[in-house]
């Protein structure tokens, strides 16, 4: 028996880049958190500190500037597939980029004003190997509430449940989705700004018996919608909310005084697919 | 010489709060975070752990709850005001009750289905004491840039000054805003969003030789539109955009690339007052 | 009527600072986050944009690096007090200076080796003004736990109190306490050491009927044990412990099982002072 | 093509239990965040909201706390051992059960009373399925720091690197490790602590030339030292300390004031394993 080294990467996490488009008086605005991942031959550090096969973190930090200035950031799905493609290119011994990008959104308010909206946060993770490319999409932090249209009832009961069954509840969780796309060469921009809508779509227009069934509901919307996608993965809370008793005070609840709990929650994670997609090139779930 | 008891309170904090209002199909949404803070005769808890004249914080949670059903929450300044004066009113050892309300805002999506925003957190300050009733109304969270039409030069240069002087630089502030009322009975809500748009009008349309002239003119400009203000403190930090010098690599950098900072940060404080504004009931800030 | 400028201040806010203090093989640590907030005649910069008052936020940041490396930074208070004098003593225009620092403490684990402790911030706050000098010393995030030795009971009650009486609970609080020293020349590190100790052992041997009972213990200790110290003002958390109902599973539960709830939670505050206590310079609570 | 339901599952996460030990006036204090996932049998949910083959989340909920009370919590990775079982052989349609918990460690301060360390958490992941049972150990929080000791040099260059060589820097991380058991039955509690102590002995013995090297040391010696373990992964952010520039105030920086820097930061991965370990059941990892 030996003691070895396994899977390992390295890379420069959470660059922060703010990039300025600036045409005449009106400026756009790209808000962007970067992080670089290299696999590779990498053993010579891991054992002996010998350095000839690293390109410092530093260095990753200065591409995404560098690139930014070079190629603009306009879309973190187009801007990762370049910054993947360049490591792999450019350093022999490294194997496999992985850019994960968050971008986060900002309204206008005049030619060279922005409010950030904060309602959520786009999400990209690209893997560039010699495997293939991989290009993944995706939200967090966007956070829906149904007030009504929700039950929960027929569930299994063993010595342990004191749960009630209802048919009338509040269904509110916040969406971390990601979806994998078929190719390489979309238009990033409206495939995300439809994905989201489809999701959105899906979960208002759903009377749900359970929030599995809305998670359903989501991605098969999201799929039926976008021909370019083929698969989604939703991790969602399920965002209690608690019907708080007034009867010691005389009063009646109809579903209107709620606590917002913070902890526990539900935690329901899914994946709905297309039936002959391709198998994901490296594992990003589960 | 003798070791004897201060000031002090105690209440309930964060109880979390959503309220529905069902109008047929059609829901309203209020969704908010009360903290309850009551002052008054309280020695001898303090000294013995006597608590015959301590009203529990866990009655003051069920109160919030019970007066969001009877009297509905629509607007925090109204119903912080309905919480103040009771618990003034009918607990005769109380002599001031300050209740502070978190509102988070939600988009509509549908009859009965919301979307939160993110992109600002309402706040509400109402202290009610023998000296009288205060009301403060405010707003946290609330990110503002500018790409350009910002300088700063002219400033102090002592020994350690090594900052370069600049003619074109990002604005950008996340602002926390307090502004405290002259009556006990606005129009709360139009109030509030008036005043929002006031200092958003006044952040984007100011030309800035420093973050100390976008404050004044923030509050000026509130003060200005809102007749019922009497006084606003704002907060201010300078969330600093460090130009990325990329002549390393051959590179021009007009202002285009930034490194969007965490810390330090500047921190710009001030408030902006009518003359004949009458005094505060109590301390609420520096 | 007119529209004027009120109190105001500015500064640099969370300056990171690390000291290595090297005695050979032999390395100290300081690890500090560092506020300067500095008050005087600024109105031109608010009014006009005129900076030539203003000494740069970024300044004040290279004079923390500048001082650590001269003074050292071996005691929070003491670094703070430099720190304030130079900026009011060289700027003429500056009338107050307030310094805030928070220390992290490091576990030596060898003659260079360092764990981070994670068990409390130590914190100072001293104000430099015209009017006089203020140290306030502090701590943060110390969170204390006594299983058993807890009442609660003789409470009012009224239409709204559902909470029923207790005999035995876990109290438990996470410690933010500030405390006012008389002069500011004490011996900072041993005080700070033993202030601490003292409102644990307050804390630990306390039977408490309330948790203000055990904050008056807590302040009432320091004072007793440290007559460098004129005042502590202490807000305490009631982190609740529910009990959790077994009941339903034919389980008894004794004060064993218990839910650590996140919110609301009680929030009490309270100052305990000498009778004969110089009044404070500038506030610094409620 | 169809669209299908991929790989799911869902549970409680995040229940807090506090439990108490009570052996006459003595008491013992565990304190943990208990997360529940289970996969199966699941798609009637997902398609049609059909709950039959649903076991509640606020069942498993309850199952923690009752299981607390029966079975004492002493250890996690017993009590979670126990909890996983318990799904998957009283739940015909659950096949497997993953249980997360952090654990909190307190300082006692006397019979009955406790001070949170804070200084790092311990973490289990036990995984029960059809084809076996995985228990992973680890920590997360741990914030190590050498003043010296540590080199960075010999690196690639390429046209985007501008970082100088040093033989002098410091060297801190916050560790997040997790090792996989060789068994699901050893002796918990001194395998962590032995665990642990292995890993930070290694971090301080080990004269470093890349923050890679230290990593394979800290593992290497953990697997050393520990025969229970097949594997360990270590993620591994290098917390930047970045030497401040004092020429311009014409001091010298012999290593001895640094910023410390929040964003960007390297993050070093990597596995060490016994080359005759037997495959993980699940992924866990990268």
């Known amino acids: 028996m030996a003691i070895v080294l396994g899977p390992n990467r390295y890379g420069k996490a959470e660059t922060r880049l703010v990039r300025v488009h600036r045409d ?9 958190n970067v992080s670089v991942a290299l696999a590779g031959d990498l053993t010579a550090t891991h054992l002996t500190g010998d350095n000839s096969g690293v390109l410092p973190t530093d260095t990753m930090k ?13 879309e973190p799905e187009a801007f990762a597939l370049l910054l993947a493609r360049h490591f792999v290119e450019t350093q022999a011994q490294v194997h496999t980029a992985k850019i994960t990008i968050d ?19 786009r999400t990209t993770v690209v893997t560039v190997s010699e495997g293939g490319t991989q290009v993944v999409s995706g939200v967090s932090g966007l ?44 238009d990033w921009g409206p495939s995300f700004d439809n994905a989201l ?17 809305t998670l ?9 919608s976008r021909p370019e996608i083929a698969e989604v993965r939703l991790t969602l809370p399920n965002k209690h909310h608690y019907l708080v008793d007034l009867s010691p005070f005389g009063l009646a609840n109809d579903n209107e005084v709620f606590l917002a709990g913070d ?3 539900g935690l329901i994670e899914g994946t709905v697919t297309r039936d002959d997609a391709p198998a994901a090139l490296t594992e990003w779930w589960l």
Chains 1, 2, 3, 4 share one sequence.
């Open 263 to 265: 902890r526990p929650y």
């Open 62 to 74: 200065n591409t995404v500037y560098a690139f930014a200035k070079k190629h603009g950031a306009a």
């Open 197 to 213: 809508a489809a999701m959105i779509r899906a979960f208002t227009s759903t009377y749900s018996y359970s929030l599995q069934q």
């Open 103 to 121: 971008a986060y959104a900002w309204e206008r308010l005049g030619p060279h004003s922005f409010q950030r909206r904060g309602d959520h946060t």
């Open 143 to 186: 956070v829906l509430l149904n007030s009504t249209d929700s039950e929960f009832h027929g569930f299994v009961r063993d010595e342990y449940t004191t749960l009630p069954e209802t048919t009338d509840r509040i269904l509110a969780t916040a969406v971390d989705a990601r979806w994998r796309h078929l190719r390489d060469d979309s």
């Open 24 to 32: 005449g008086d009106t400026h756009g605005l790209v808000d962007l």
């Open 216 to 224: 359903h509901a989501m991605g098969a919307g999201l799929l039926e």
